[in-house]
C-alpha cells in the first residue's frame, strides 16, 4: 500500500511535461467519441490551439484535473507563447477547490511555478492577465498568507475581473465558482452560495450543454435546504458531459441530499466503471462511498457487501501519486476507510465495526473515522474499554489536526469525539451524561456542513440522540429523529427511529406513517431484510 500523496516526484515530472511538445496524445483535439459539454473560452492563443483550449477547459470545469494538465500541455505544443495554458495548468494543480484541507507544499509550489510561466509569457491581453493574478493569488505568499486568506483573495479577484467583463462567461463562472469554495459553511444564512447559484443558474439558462454551469450548481446547492434548486441540474449534468467519470458522480450529490437513493445508486454505478476504465481509481472509490451509503439506506445489504468486498483489490491498485480525477487522495482514504465503516455501522454489525483496524494515513481525519465507528461498536457490545480508547485516539487526531491549522476537520473530529465520550457514557451507565455529550454534539453538527468528500456522516449525532433518548423518553426521542429526517431525508435509521419512538410513545398513527415511509424507501431492500423492515411489514399488514 503507498502513503498518500507525495508531490516531490510529481512536480518535477510535471515541470518537464509543460514544456514538452506533446506529439501523440491529444494531439487533434478532441476523440471522436468524447462528450464533455460545451465551452467557448476565447483567448489570443493561436486559432491551431484554440479548440484543444476549450476542450482543456471542458476538462478543468468537469474537475478532470489529470486530463486538463494534459489537454493544457497540448496547446503549449501547439502555440508556445499561449499564457493561459499556464493559468489552466496552474487551476488544475490546486485540485478539487472543495475538498477541505491544506493544499500540500509541494503542490503549492507546483502550482506557482505554473502561475510564474505564465506571467512570463506575458499574455496579450488585459482579461488574460486578470485571470493569471487572480489564479496567483491562490499560490503567493503560501508560506506566510493562510490558504482561506488566499481563496478569499482569488474570489475577490474573479469578481473585480467579472465586473470589468461583465459580457465574459467564463469569467462570470470561475467568480461563482470561488465564491461557492469560500463560503462559510457556518453560515446558515447561505448567502454566499446562493449568490454562486443564481449567477450560475442565469447563464444555465441560455447555455444547456456547458459543464461548468451544471457542475457548480450542484455544489453550491450542496446542503440540505438549497439541495431541491440543484435537481434540474443533477438530472443533466450526466448527459451534458458522459466523458468525465465525475460528471456522472456529481449527481448524486444532488440526489443524496435530497433522499433519492435509486437515482443516487444509479449515477454512481456508471461514475466507478467510468473512472475504473480510465485508471481514475481515486474517482472510483469516491463513488463507490457514495453509492454504499445509498445501498445502505434501502436495505440493499448484498449489494453492499459486494462494494466492501471490492475495496481491497482497488486499494492495492490505486496510486496517491497519479493526477487524474477530482477526487483527491484524502478522498479515496476516506472511502477506504468509510464503506467498511458504514456497512457495519448500518447494519448494527457491532462486533465487526468494535474490530475495525485504523489505516495510518497523512490525512488524520481518515483515521478518525474507524476511530468513531469502533467507539459506537464498543458501546452497543458494552464494552467502555474499546469506547475510551476511541476516545483517547480521537482527542490525539483533533489535536493533530489543530496543531496542523485544519480547522474545518479539527471540528468534525471533535463533533466525533464528542459522541463518542457520550457513548462511553452511555456504556459506563451514566445516562444522563451520555444524553448531554450526545445534545452538544448533535449542536455543534447541525452548526456546521458535510464535507464534498462524503454522503454524510457515518451516523448524525442527532440520530444517536435520538437513540439515547428511545427507552426512557420516546416523545422527545421521536422529535431528535424527526428533525435528522429534515437534514437526511430518507435515512434508514432516522425513519426507523421515528417509527420505534413514535409505537413507544403511544402514537400509533405516526408510527404506522413512518413505517410505511420506510417500506417505500427499501422498496427494494433484500428479504427478509434487517429487523426493523419484518417489523414495518407486520405494523403495515395489521391496518
Known amino acids: 500500500m503507498r502513503g498518500p500523496l507525495h508531490w516531490t516526484t510529481l512536480v518535477a515530472a510535471l515541470l518537464l511535461v509543460s514544456h514538452t511538445v506533446q506529439t501523440q496524445e491529444h494531439r487533434h483535439g478532441e476523440a471522436p467519441d468524447e462528450k464533455l459539454g460545451t465551452v467557448t473560452f476565447q483567448t489570443s492563443c493561436s486559432t491551431t490551439a484554440q479548440p484543444t483550449f476549450n476542450r482543456a477547459v471542458a476538462l478543468l470545469h468537469s474537475f478532470e484535473f489529470g486530463r486538463s494538465i494534459d489537454a493544457f500541455t497540448s496547446v503549449l505544443a501547439a502555440d508556445r507563447s499561449c499564457a493561459m495554458a499556464e493559468w489552466g495548468i496552474a487551476l488544475s494543480l490546486w485540485g478539487n477547490p472543495f475538498a ?26 488585459d482579461r488574460e492577465r486578470g485571470f493569471i493574478e487572480a489564479a496567483a493569488k491562490l499560490y503567493e505568499d503560501a508560506a506566510r498568507v493562510p490558504q482561506p486568506t488566499r481563496v478569499a483573495a482569488y474570489r475577490d479577484a474573479m469578481e473585480a475581473l467579472a465586473a470589468r467583463f461583465p459580457d465574459d462567461d467564463e469569467a462570470t463562472i470561475f467568480t461563482a465558482l470561488g465564491i461557492a469554495v469560500a463560503a462559510d459553511p457556518a453560515d446558515k444564512s447561505y448567502a454566499q452560495l446562493l449568490k454562486a447559484g443564481a449567477m450560475l443558474e442565469r447563464l444555465f439558462a441560455r447555455r444547456r450543454d456547458h459543464p461548468g454551469l451544471a457542475h457548480y450548481i450542484i455544489h453550491a446547492y450542496d446542503v ?28 448524486s450529490h444532488t440526489f443524496t441530499r435530497a433522499g433519492f437513493w435509486q437515482e443516487s445508486i444509479d449515477t454512481n454505478v456508471k461514475s466507478a466503471a467510468s473512472a475504473q476504465r480510465g485508471g481514475a481509481v481515486g474517482e472510483a472509490l469516491h463513488a463507490s462511498d457514495y453509492q454504499v451509503y445509498a445501498y445502505l439506506q434501502t436495505g440493499q445489504d448484498r449489494a453492499a457487501r459486494r462494494l466492501v468486498e ?84 480521537l482527542q490525539r487526531i483533533r489535536d493533530r489536526l489543530a496543531a496542523a491549522g485544519e480547522a474545518y476537520w479539527t471540528e468534525q473530529v471533535e463533533i466525533q469525539r464528542r459522541g463518542a465520550t457520550a457513548w462511553l457514557a452511555f456504556a459506563e451507565g451514566r445516562k444522563g451524561d451520555a444524553v448531554a ?47 435528522t429526517m429534515r437534514k437526511e431525508p430518507n435515512r ?46 407486520r405494523v403495515t399488514a395489521r391496518r
Open 100 to 125: 477541505p484541507g491544506i493544499k500540500a507544499n509541494a503542490q503549492v509550489q507546483a502550482g506557482f511555478a505554473a502561475i510564474s510561466r505564465a506571467r512570463s509569457l506575458a499574455a496579450r491581453t
Open 224 to 251: 440540505p435546504p438549497l439541495a431541491d434548486r440543484a435537481l434540474e441540474a443533477a438530472r443533466q449534468y450526466a448527459a451534458i458531459a458522459p466523458a468525465a467519470p465525475h460528471a456522472l458522480h456529481m449527481p
Open 310 to 393: 471490492a475495496v481491497p483489490d482497488m486499494v492495492r491498485r490505486y496510486n496517491p501519486n497519479l493526477i487524474t480525477g477530482a477526487a483527491p487522495p484524502a478522498a479515496a482514504y476516506y472511502a477506504i476507510a468509510a464503506i467498511p465503516a458504514r456497512y457495519a455501522l448500518e447494519r448494527g454489525a457491532w462486533n465487526d465495526a468494535a474490530a475495525l483496524e485504523p489505516r495510518a494515513t497523512n490525512f488524520p481525519y481518515t483515521e478518525a473515522i474507524t476511530h468513531f465507528a469502533r467507539a459506537i461498536g464498543g458501546a452497543h457490545l458494552g464494552r467502555p474499554d474499546v469506547v475510551r480508547a476511541a476516545v483517547d485516539a
Open 437 to 483: 455529550e450526545m445534545r452538544t454534539a448533535a449542536d455543534r453538527e447541525d452548526a456546521t456542513e458535510k464535507s464534498a468528500v462524503t454522503p454524510g456522516p457515518l451516523a448524525p449525532a442527532r440520530e444517536m440522540l435520538g437513540e439515547l433518548l428511545l427507552e426512557a423518553a420516546p416523545a422527545v426521542a421521536l422529535t431528535e429523529f424527526e428533525a
Open 492 to 537: 434508514f435509521h432516522a425513519v426507523a427511529g421515528a417509527a420505534r419512538a413514535a409505537a413507544l410513545a403511544g402514537d400509533r398513527r405516526a408510527a404506522a406513517r413512518h413505517y410505511a415511509d420506510l417500506l417505500t424507501i427499501c422498496a427494494r431492500a433484500d428479504r427478509p431484510g434487517r429487523a426493523e423492515l419484518i417489523e414495518a411489514r
